[in-house]
């Protein structure tokens, strides 16, 4: 005898409870007991596992194993009457509950298809998303790339408007010492008493431009605009004159200022003509600075051995 679940549909009910009327049906052993389910399941040619499951109506067994158990239970029951249903009743059974058990199996396969159904509705939505968010992020990444662009732009345009500046500050300076070389020399003109002989010390018109354009480098480099004091430096040697930029080297070296004081002496070598560099290094010399003089001839012929 065996119990069924309370989940057990009603056709698969029936068969199994008939199913195991049947097997009570069997002959008994000849010591008089009723045989094991394992010698039941043997002569159905099924396991006693299999079996117990066709009785629990876990499972539905196979229609040929339905109609050999119905035929052994009516053979040791002394005839088809005594089995209690005739096969055509119990393949109907069975049939019912193959059927039933096929609409369950509909069931639950439309549930899991409206389910499958569910998560595709949602994963097209979660799709839409993304889609969304990205088209949102290739928005940003646009304004982002033109913000760049545009800072880009307004970098060049303010280090072209500082270059401007720094040469204009440069041609100021030295057109400020030239303007004072001429007044110096227009009042030296005037005087009876000429100037004494050998002094090697600069003008004072050449020293005041010299300080202006070494006062806008150590500016610059203090700040750490390393490449606007380079800038100033560059753009001072294209219009200095040599004994301007002797003095400019004399100054920067009195300030201390040596890093300046040796790119300007490479930059106006290696820039100039020799006869503008033989001046400023005589120049130099004359201001008490033989190295300087030895390092701008230097760069003058470096820069030349290297030329085509």
């Not at 117990?52 to 229609?63: D, G, H, K, Q, T």
Request: hydrophobic share 40%; with cysteine.
């Amino acid at each position: 005898m065996k119990e069924f679940g309370s989940d057990v549909p009603p056709g698969k009910r029936a068969l199994a409870a008939e199913l195991q009327k049947l097997c009570r049906l069997l002959a008994l052993e000849p010591n008089g007991s009723a045989p094991t389910q394992k010698q039941a399941a043997d002569r159905l040619h099924t396991s006693d596992t299999s079996l117990s499951r066709f009785l629990s109506a876990e499972y539905l067994p196979n229609i040929t194993i339905v109609r050999v158990l119905h035929a052994a239970a009516s053979d040791d029951a002394g005839g088809v009457e005594k089995a209690g249903i005739t096969l055509a009743d119990l393949e109907e059974l069975h049939s019912a509950a193959t059927a039933e058990q096929q609409c369950g199996d509909c069931a639950r396969l439309r549930g899991e298809a409206a389910a499958l159904r569910q998560q595709a509705s949602e994963s097209s939505d979660e799709l839409n998303n993304i889609q969304a968010e990205l088209g949102t992020m290739k928005e940003e990444a646009a304004a982002l790339r033109e913000e760049a662009a545009a800072l880009k732009r307004e970098v060049q345009t303010l280090k072209a408007r500082e270059g401007r500046a720094l040469k204009t500050t440069a041609w100021r300076a030295i057109r400020a010492g030239q303007r004072s070389r001429l007044t110096a020399r227009r009042d030296a003109a005037l005087l009876p008493v000429p100037p004494p002989r050998g002094d090697r010390q600069q003008s004072n018109p050449e020293k005041r431009a010299a300080l202006s354009v070494a006062r806008q480098a150590e500016a610059l480099q203090n700040g750490g605009r390393q490449d606007g004091a380079l800038a100033l430096l560059r753009h001072s040697a294209e219009v200095l004159s040599p004994a301007e930029a002797a003095t400019l080297v004399y100054v920067l070296r009195e300030s201390q200022l040596d890093e300046l004081a040796g790119t300007l002496i490479h930059i106006y070598g290696r820039d100039n003509p020799d006869p503008d560099v033989m001046r400023a290094a005589t120049q130099l010399h004359q201001h008490g600075a033989p190295d300087d003089a030895a390092a701008l001839l230097q760069a003058a012929l470096s820069t030349r051995a290297g030329a085509p």
